[in-house]
């Protein structure tokens, strides 16, 4: 009877081998599907976390650009009111100058216009002191005209 002892033991044994076996393989594959469940649960996790982080990462993006396009607006406000103002004297200075150079034309225009009627004036008196000494010169050549015609003919008739 020992053997069947023996044997019976073993089989006991080896059943409660197998059987340690057989949970051991299941707690195994039990912690295996744990880990998977858990890794897969973990990259859902980081999957969404990079996708709100992409998508936070676009609004902040967004909402920046909104904050430099407002103060770029603002700056170029400042720049157009600036140059608005320096236009408006550049403006203001050129009407000036263009004032004073109607003034200075009116005036110039006045002076020429002096200068015109004097020398219209000299022309009409050189005129007049020409008309004179013309007659002068004709009355003069007239009474030698005379005077040689008178010589002339006392000649002829006195002489001949």
């Given at each position: 009877?020992?053997?069947?002892?023996?044997?019976?033991?073993?089989?006991?044994?080896?059943?409660?081998?197998?059987?340690?076996?057989?949970?051991?393989?299941?707690?195994?594959?039990?912690?295996?599907?744990?880990?998977?469940?858990?890794?897969?649960?973990?990259?859902?996790?980081?999957?969404?976390?990079?996708?709100?982080?992409?998508?936070?990462?676009?609004?902040?993006?967004?909402?920046?650009?909104?904050?430099?396009?407002?103060?770029?607006?603002?700056?170029?406000?400042?720049?157009?009111?600036?140059?608005?103002?320096?236009?408006?004297?550049?403006m203001?200075?050129?009407?000036?100058?263009?004032?004073?150079?109607?003034?200075?034309?009116?005036?110039?225009?006045?002076?020429?216009?002096?200068?015109?009627?004097?020398?219209?004036?000299?022309?009409?008196?050189?005129?007049?002191?020409?008309?004179?000494?013309?007659a002068?010169?004709?009355?003069?050549?007239?009474?030698?005209?005379?005077?040689?015609?008178?010589?002339?003919?006392?000649?002829?008739?006195?002489?001949?």
């Amino acid at each position: 009877m020992p053997v069947k002892r023996r044997s019976k033991a073993s089989v006991v044994g080896q059943d409660r081998l197998l059987l340690l076996q057989n949970q051991a393989l299941t707690q195994e594959e039990a912690d295996k599907a744990k880990r998977e469940l858990l890794t897969r649960f973990l990259k859902d996790k980081l999957a969404k976390e990079q996708h709100s982080s992409t998508l936070n990462l676009h609004k902040l993006n967004v909402q920046w650009q909104a904050i430099l396009r407002e103060a770029k607006a603002k700056e170029l406000r400042q720049d157009v009111e600036i140059l608005s103002q320096t236009f408006a004297r550049v403006m203001d200075c050129k009407d000036s100058v263009i004032e004073s150079l109607v003034t200075d034309l009116e005036e110039a225009e006045e002076q020429h216009a002096r200068a015109l009627r004097s020398h219209l004036h000299n022309v009409d008196r050189l005129l007049q002191l020409q008309s004179c000494r013309l007659a002068c010169l004709e009355d003069g050549y007239s009474a030698q005209l005379r005077a040689l015609q008178s010589e002339f003919e006392a000649e002829r008739y006195g002489g001949g």
